[in-house]
């Protein structure tokens, strides 16, 4: 009981820590540090759900063979229907503890037997990813106190991982609100320039030139309809396939 207490002290400590942190990388880094190395866990990861197929992991952070915490951002693990974390990824369970099971690694190969727990990372009813460990290192059984505690932090980063992407999205969006805000001023800027020239041929290779420059389109051209034959049209102004601008 005093471990547990002195670990549910450590755990309010890193949801501090926590906080603090501005990316979500970061975040999911020491999210897994943090458990290592003050909440007694030998072996634990974190695995998020792909979006777009809600049955498929997407990235996330676990510890190397070594003790080295590493990100998984691209790495892709199709869960079969008969494994336990199938049930937390349909919303039939919130946390599974398994005993004296097979231990796989993520290729689906078996590395031995032991105790192994999962908890769901929940966004309110949302599911984003889970915390898993296992016993496979010490090979002293999981204490139910411990499998609280896995679920304590996880519904912990829930609220974390929804806070820090929200953060993101709403910077994110800010970014681009001011970098549309720049290209409306440069396009009145263009607008003002082109308004100085006196003919059609110079108009239209300014459009492109400014269009490339100041609005940042990679290649442009302005091609003109034939007003005998709509179906047809005729390059004023192009950019080749060398980026170089012809007529």
Known sequence: ???????????????????????????????????????????????????????????????????????????????????????????????????????????????????????AILNRDEFMGFLYTDNLYDNVPIAESQFELLNLYSATLGALFNRQQTQEALKKSEEEALHFQQRLKQLNEITITLES?????????????????????DRMGIWMADKDDLTMRRGMWVTDADGNLRD
């Open 1 to 119: 009981l005093k471990q547990f207490q002195s670990r549910l002290k450590a755990l309010n400590q890193i949801t501090i820590n926590l906080t603090r942190i501005e990316s979500f990388d970061e975040l999911l880094t020491q999210s897994i540090k943090q458990a290592i190395n003050h909440l007694g866990f030998t072996q634990i990861s974190c695995r998020l759900i792909d979006p777009e197929q809600p049955t498929r992991l997407l990235g996330g952070c676990k510890v190397g063979q070594n003790g080295e915490i590493i990100l998984t951002k691209n790495e892709v693990i199709t869960i079969p229907d008969d494994h336990p974390i199938f049930q937390i990824m349909i919303g039939k369970a919130t946390n599974i503890i398994v005993r004296d099971t097979i231990i796989y690694d993520e290729d689906w190969n078996s590395i031995g037997h032991g105790d192994k727990a999962f908890s």
């Open 197 to 217: 020239v006196d003919s059609l041929d110079e108009l239209c290779r300014q459009t492109v030139i400014l269009g490339r420059e100041k609005l940042g389109f």
